[in-house]
């Protein structure tokens, strides 16, 4: 049908770090649309288009699924092609699909996804996949969240908790310290200068088009070394193997999607601290090589849109579409 307008060159997750201005969340009040992927979540829930595609490095394609009650689907890195997308972090990046139900999502992935030769991060479907994903098991959750001061957000959560304990064969506890520290290498480690690698050229050519919180965030990869980014790597190795063990007690991962909303005037004061606040639960699941598909949770008490994300290994995204269709909780009354 057309483009659709994103937070610019995808850095920051609040569809409002834009030069074609800001998008909002169709829920009103004020509330941003989340991003990068603004633009594609609010056309598809305000109902015109059944699906658009949007991209996910840190949360991209969930967040705004999470702030306007909709389905985003991101799949394992390289199962859909990014041949002829704009990188990101190139290593990171994916395409990925908003619908508004599940069944629409397991559609569209099933036409996209598909090993590419001309794509260097092309990867052919394996592992997880072979799973049998029809059988209700235990999911793990996490035993302690900070929802950044936002009761009514952990009381949709502890709700959606509680729900998937009934449908999907119970809940297990568990710290999920090493994925968070797995999160912040992505902004506080070295793969900013991945992104700055895509951009310097463009930068230097046209300064007066970047906006200025874009541009401090991606030339902050200035800063690290090639000692920095080794060491990062063997770091994310160590907890890569940490949640590789993850699996052997349940499945899938039950995550909220954002610990809280801003609105429009939240992220034009402090862009960076929103985003940084909406990538806590999501900006992990790519340096895992991770699976994720984020389902609305009814809303708060006070309204606002709620949102989990179901989170399993590479090539899981059989198991997590069947536990998403039992989970997922439609939100009434968009406008």
């Known amino acids: 049908v057309g483009k659709t307008n994103m937070d610019q060159f995808a850095t920051g997750l609040t569809g409002a770090s834009s030069p074609y201005g ?21 056309a598809v829930a305000a109902g015109l288009v059944s699906f658009a595609l949007g991209t996910d490095t840190a949360g991209s394609g969930r967040v705004p699924a999470a702030l306007n009650g909709i389905v985003g689907c991101k799949p394992t890195r390289g199962l859909i092609s990014t041949a002829g997308m704009v990188p990101a972090c190139r290593s990171l990046d994916c395409v990925s699909v908003f619908t508004t139900d599940v069944t629409d999502a397991a559609i569209v992935l099933d036409v996209l ?51 998937a304990g009934e449908c999907l064969g119970g809940v297990i506890p568990i710290a999920i310290d090493p994925l968070l520290e797995a999160g912040e290498l992505l902004y506080q480690g070295p793969w900013v200068a ?41 770091r994310l190795r160590e907890l890569r193997r940490w949640t590789e063990r993850l699996w052997q007690h349940a499945e899938l991962l039950i995550m909220p999607t954002v610990p809280t909303t801003f609105t429009i005037n939240d992220a034009a004061e402090d862009p960076v601290r929103c985003s940084t606040v909406l990538g806590r639960f999501t900006q992990f699941v790519n340096l895992l090589d991770l699976a994720a598909l984020t389902v609305p949770a009814g809303a708060t008490a006070d309204g606002r849109p709620a ?19 039992r989970l997922a909780e439609p939100i009434g009354g968009r406008s």
């Open 22 to 42: 800001g998008c909002r969340s169709v829920f009103g009040n004020g509330l941003i649309a989340g991003g990068s992927s603004s633009g594609s979540a609010v």
């Open 194 to 234: 991945e992104r700055l690698a895509e951009l310097e050229e463009f930068f230097a050519l046209h300064p007066d088009d970047v906006l200025p919180a874009t541009r401090a965030r991606i030339e902050s990869g200035r800063r690290f070394s090639a000692v920095d980014t080794f060491r990062a790597g063997h």
């Open 307 to 325: 949102s989990v994300t179901l989170i399993g290994p590479a090539f899981s995204e059989p198991l997590l579409l069947t536990a998403a269709t």
């Open 113 to 163: 996804q598909g090993f590419d030769p001309e794509d260097p991060w092309s990867r052919p479907v394996g592992g997880a996949a072979s799973q049998n994903s029809h059988r209700p098991s235990p999911a793990l959750v996490p035993a302690k969240l900070d929802f950044d001061g936002d009761a009514a957000m952990r009381e949709a959560f502890d709700a959606a908790t509680a729900r």
